[in-house]
């Protein structure tokens, strides 16, 4: 599902831009199997870390500045019917990264948790306070 299209025009909650995402969900694609650009758009539009139509040129900008980094490998495919295609595959560096990555969403997560229960404790304990019956006495009369 994809939070901008259903909530981004009404303004029901803030989006939190996931293109950031493209680079970490393209490597995690590529540890599972070697693919072409235009499978990894479809693969990556099935993604809920990805905005749901992931930018065609960003994905292949975001290929090519990972190959030049020596994060993946590519080479051409010439199939029996159609244009040949650029496979693309994870390098060492690219699993290395990848690896980074998860360690640091696993921080991110945490972070958010923690601002998550806070906010929760924050409700619920404006909710019980509202509960609570007014005694009439102010302070520092």
Not at 20 to 43: F, T
Not at 76 to 91: K, N, V
Not at 101 to 114: K, P, T
Request: charge should be negative; hydrophobic fraction near 35%.
């Amino acid at each position: 599902m994809c939070a901008e299209k259903e909530y981004g025009t009404n303004k029901a909650y803030p989006s939190i831009p996931l293109e950031k995402l493209v680079q970490p969900a393209i490597l995690l694609l590529l540890a599972r199997n070697s693919a072409h650009g235009y499978e990894l758009i479809q693969k990556l539009s099935g993604m809920d870390c990805v905005d749901c139509d992931p930018d065609t040129a960003t994905v292949y900008r975001t290929l090519r500045k990972m190959e030049q980094d020596g994060l993946v490998f590519s080479n051409w495919e010439h199939g029996e019917f159609g244009p040949a295609r650029r496979q693309y595959r994870l390098s060492e560096e690219g699993l290395k990264l990848l690896d980074m990555w998860a360690r640091g969403l696993e921080a991110r997560m945490r972070q958010i948790d923690s601002f998550l229960n806070d906010y929760k404790n924050l409700i619920s304990d404006s909710i019980t306070d509202a509960a609570k019956p007014e005694t009439g006495v102010k302070p520092n009369d």
